[in-house]
């Protein structure tokens, strides 16, 4: 994965999903999202997580309509969405995003959660 930026959409995980997203392909959440537990969220399934939250959360880029992610407004969907959103962004012991944010030091770090953070309610 190559990231571009701290924001949600800056990276080639997210940019593939966007156009995913664009062209009206299935996404996979339950395979996606992971289920409840402890696990380890690879870095690339962290910053497609991070996409999804936002664009649930009504954060839709260019070219993207409310109607090409109208499945995750169920208030079920972004209930998991949050939680795997929180994991994401716990720390480099459960996510790989996040451990490669605290690895570019404190300021990139906060920056990072301070922009993938995104109200879910």
Request: hydrophobic share 40%; aromatic share 6%.
């Amino acid at each position: 994965m190559e990231i571009w930026n701290t924001g949600p959409f800056d990276n080639d995980d997210a940019a593939e999903l966007l156009e995913d997203v664009r062209q009206g392909e299935e996404l996979y959440l339950d395979e996606l999202l992971p289920g409840a537990g402890n696990h380890y969220i690879e870095a690339d399934q962290g910053a497609m997580i991070i996409a999804l939250a936002h664009l649930a959360a009504g954060d839709l880029p260019e070219n993207i309509t409310a109607e090409h992610v109208s499945e995750l407004q169920d208030p079920a969907m972004k209930e998991r969405l949050r939680q795997s959103l929180e994991a994401v962004l716990a720390d480099g012991t459960v996510s790989g995003l996040a451990g490669h944010w605290a690895k570019q030091g404190t300021d990139q770090l906060y920056e990072w959660k301070a922009k993938a953070h995104v109200s879910l309610s």
